[in-house]
């Protein structure tokens, strides 16, 4: 069964904007951390964010925002007049200690996001 | 700001040949991983590293790999006798401290068997 679903294989927009990548994990540990790290076409893993399952605060940092819904296991990242810049794969991961082991992440497939000008 | 950086960038092998994959994490970090990506797949666990010792490893960690801490700064990864299906993207990461702390990732090994 397959812990963190990216359905969005890839998604094209034109620049200025916004869009939305979806994550939805599984999992039966009550504490639990979420990740989103970007991957661009240079292959370097770039850490975003990360949020633990008690706080479901929503986070805005600068054109990223984040939203956080337990009520329906997932954590989708919202990117606000895209640039291409912004051009990337973006992959979200969980690291749930109970479940799969105290350091392991466990990354999605994956959103190849394309933004053209 | 300080970073993991990995090296080489990319490694060429021949099938059977042994290969060492070498990472330097953040000098604070306590623990240390490797992943790897397959050509367009998803991001893979191979194993964590703590106090000198693997604390966790995937199925993937078979007996063909080996890791170690040689000395304060660097960790590998050794394959002992790389396969096809061994060419992947190799992620080194390094955390603060273990559960749920973020992992910081070098930009990666491409390791390409022949």
């Known amino acids: 069964a397959q812990k963190v679903t990216q359905a969005q294989t890839e998604i094209s927009v034109v620049e200025k904007e916004d869009v939305t990548l979806d994550c939805v994990y599984e999992t039966r540990d009550t504490t639990y951390y979420l990740f989103w790290y970007k991957q661009p076409p240079s292959g370097e893993l770039v850490f975003l964010i990360r949020?633990?399952?008690?706080?479901?605060q929503n986070e805005i940092s600068g054109r990223y925002s984040w939203n956080f819904q337990k009520s329906t296991s997932s954590f989708n990242f919202t990117i606000t007049a895209s640039q291409v810049v912004d051009s990337a794969v973006y992959f979200c991961?969980?690291?749930?200690?109970?479940?799969?082991?105290?350091?392991?992440?466990?990354f999605g497939k994956g959103t190849m996001l394309l933004v053209s000008p | 700001e300080p970073e993991v950086t990995q090296t080489p960038s990319h490694q060429v092998t021949q099938m059977g040949q042994e290969v060492i994959l070498r990472c330097v994490p953040i000098s604070n970090h306590l623990y240390f991983y490797w992943y790897r990506q397959i050509l367009g797949q998803k991001v893979e666990f191979l194993v964590s590293f703590y106090n000198n010792e693997i604390s966790e490893k995937s199925e993937i960690f078979d007996d063909q790999f080996s890791v170690e801490r040689p000395d304060g700064s660097n960790f590998t990864l050794k394959i002992r006798s790389t396969k096809l299906e061994d060419s992947a993207m190799y992620f080194c990461?390094?955390?603060?401290?273990?559960?749920?702390?973020?992992?910081?990732f070098g930009p990666g090994t491409r390791l390409t068997v022949l």
């Open positions: 990461a390094s955390s603060r401290s273990g559960i749920g702390d973020t992992q910081y």
């Open positions: 991961a969980l690291s749930d200690p109970m479940n799969s082991g105290y350091s392991t992440l466990t």
């Open positions: 949020r633990n399952s008690f706080d479901e």
